[in-house]
């Protein structure tokens, strides 16, 4: 990104591998029905009889993979329903805190592709103009400012159909050293921005009748806290709250509107600027494209989801089973409540891109 450098990491010979990866490749491997049953059909084709011991285990494993992929399958029609029709010519776009990072990336691809895309923030784009990209300054967390965006939006793009709730800060203090305009500004940017939007396009989103799609993105602190975080972490598990609410409510009344929960790990962004992830293998950081390629999929098909990455970030429920003091030795080990003391954050990184570039080293 322009003006910024990448947040700097440990290096390591293995710093490319993680779980994730080999999940990925077992997932299109071993794990794959296919591949299971094309085990069996080698055996066969080797003239073993049915009853034979390898025969009936390659047998037994190919059903219960097939039989894990079709419960999968069903689990995930019940839990989203079925998916909306998307024309994307006709889609109007909401991105709040669009000018950066996940939300710039989201916003470039939908106004390539011809949709009509409304970028609310109150900084400058990045990259400048993009292209079927409409920028409107907008600080999200002013109910005032908003209507006005919104009214704007109306007549000059038309009623939304999708609203990405993106907007959001990271102060990076401990609470005890948070003064209490840190707190109003937090809190409002990370989580009362969601409620105002919601609150003003999902009424004409509904009157339009046409469907519609609402992304939440959160975070998986949201769902374990974290040290210097305590104001950030109470935000998002707010909109991990605010969206199963309201996945509640259109389910039942409008269920051709449907809902996105976004909950990602460390994003390589400046908003955690200085951050290290204690564990690159366990717990990578995360690359903005991928989970912008993960949401614009799921927008694209119409779907209902909930987008955990990485690997950890979509087993966190079973995080919170765990005995309590089992669950301190976890982030102990993975070093939750220590990741932040390298913490420089957005104005940081933008000082030392200044500062390199004073110095004839500019670092992108």
Request: net charge neutral; glycine share 8%.
């Given at each position: 990104?322009?003006?910024?450098?990448?947040p700097p990491?440990?290096?390591?010979?293995f710093a490319?591998?993680?779980i994730?990866?080999?999940?990925?490749?077992?997932?299109?491997?071993?794990?794959?029905?296919?591949?299971?049953?094309?085990?069996?059909?080698?055996?066969?084709?080797?003239?073993?009889?049915?009853?034979?011991m390898?025969?009936?285990?390659?047998?037994?494993?190919a059903?219960?993979?097939?039989?894990?992929?079709?419960?999968?399958?069903?689990?995930k029609?019940?839990?989203f329903?079925?998916?909306?029709?998307?024309?994307?010519?006709e889609?109007v776009?909401?991105?709040?805190?669009?000018?950066?990072?996940?939300?710039l990336?989201?916003?470039?691809?939908?106004?390539?592709?011809?949709?009509?895309?409304?970028v609310?923030?109150?900084?400058?784009?990045?990259n400048?103009?993009?292209?079927?990209?409409?920028?409107?300054?907008?600080?999200?967390s002013?109910?005032?400012q908003?209507?006005?965006?919104?009214k704007k939006i109306e007549?000059?793009?038309?009623t939304?159909?999708v609203?990405?709730n993106?907007?959001?800060i990271?102060v990076?203090?401990k609470?005890?050293?948070?003064?209490?305009?840190?707190?109003?500004r937090?809190?409002?940017?990370?989580l009362?921005?969601?409620?105002?939007?919601?609150r003003t396009?999902?009424?004409?989103m509904?009157?339009?009748?046409?469907g519609g799609?609402?992304?939440?993105?959160s975070?998986v602190i949201?769902?374990?806290?974290?040290?210097?975080?305590?104001?950030?972490a109470?935000?998002?598990?707010?909109l991990?709250?605010?969206?199963?609410s309201?996945?509640?409510?259109?389910?039942a009344?409008?269920?051709d509107?449907?809902?996105?929960l976004v909950?990602?790990?460390?994003?390589s962004?400046?908003?955690?600027?200085g951050?290290q992830?204690?564990n690159?293998?366990l717990?990578p950081v995360?690359?903005p494209?991928?989970?912008?390629r993960?949401v614009?999929?799921?927008?694209d098909?119409?779907?209902a989801?909930?987008i955990?990455?990485?690997?950890?970030a979509?087993?966190?429920a079973?995080?919170?089973?765990?005995?309590?003091?089992?669950?301190?030795?976890?982030r102990?080990l993975?070093?939750v409540?220590?990741?932040?003391?390298?913490?420089?954050?957005r104005?940081?990184?933008a000082a030392t891109?200044?500062l390199?570039e004073k110095?004839?080293?500019?670092?992108?």
């Amino acid at each position: 990104m322009d003006g910024f450098r990448r947040p700097p990491q440990r290096e390591s010979w293995f710093a490319p591998l993680s779980i994730d990866l080999f999940l990925k490749v077992l997932y299109v491997t071993f794990l794959h029905p296919f591949v299971a049953w094309v085990a069996v059909l080698c055996l066969r084709a080797e003239h073993m009889h049915w009853d034979a011991m390898p025969m009936r285990v390659a047998m037994a494993y190919a059903t219960f993979i097939t039989v894990c992929w079709t419960a999968s399958a069903v689990n995930k029609r019940i839990a989203f329903g079925i998916p909306r029709e998307v024309d994307m010519s006709e889609e109007v776009i909401v991105i709040t805190g669009g000018s950066s990072g996940l939300g710039l990336l989201i916003a470039e691809v939908y106004g390539m592709r011809g949709a009509s895309v409304a970028v609310l923030d109150v900084k400058e784009m990045e990259n400048g103009e993009a292209r079927g990209v409409s920028y409107y300054k907008c600080d999200v967390s002013d109910r005032k400012q908003l209507a006005a965006a919104a009214k704007k939006i109306e007549e000059e793009l038309g009623t939304p159909t999708v609203i990405i709730n993106n907007a959001a800060i990271v102060v990076g203090k401990k609470l005890v050293d948070l003064d209490f305009d840190d707190i109003d500004r937090s809190l409002s940017t990370n989580l009362l921005s969601s409620f105002y939007a919601l609150r003003t396009f999902l009424p004409p989103m509904i009157r339009a009748g046409r469907g519609g799609t609402v992304v939440t993105v959160s975070s998986v602190i949201g769902e374990v806290g974290a040290a210097r975080l305590s104001d950030y972490a109470a935000a998002k598990a707010g909109l991990i709250a605010l969206h199963k609410s309201l996945t509640a409510e259109l389910r039942a009344e409008h269920p051709d509107i449907r809902t996105v929960l976004v909950t990602p790990g460390q994003l390589s962004t400046p908003l955690f600027y200085g951050v290290q992830t204690p564990n690159s293998f366990l717990a990578p950081v995360v690359e903005p494209v991928e989970v912008a390629r993960e949401v614009i999929f799921a927008i694209d098909n119409g779907n209902a989801e909930h987008i955990g990455m990485p690997l950890y970030a979509r087993w966190m429920a079973w995080y919170n089973v765990l005995p309590v003091g089992v669950q301190i030795i976890v982030r102990k080990l993975a070093g939750v409540d220590t990741a932040m003391s390298t913490f420089v954050g957005r104005q940081g990184a933008a000082a030392t891109a200044e500062l390199s570039e004073k110095n004839g080293a500019a670092v992108h």
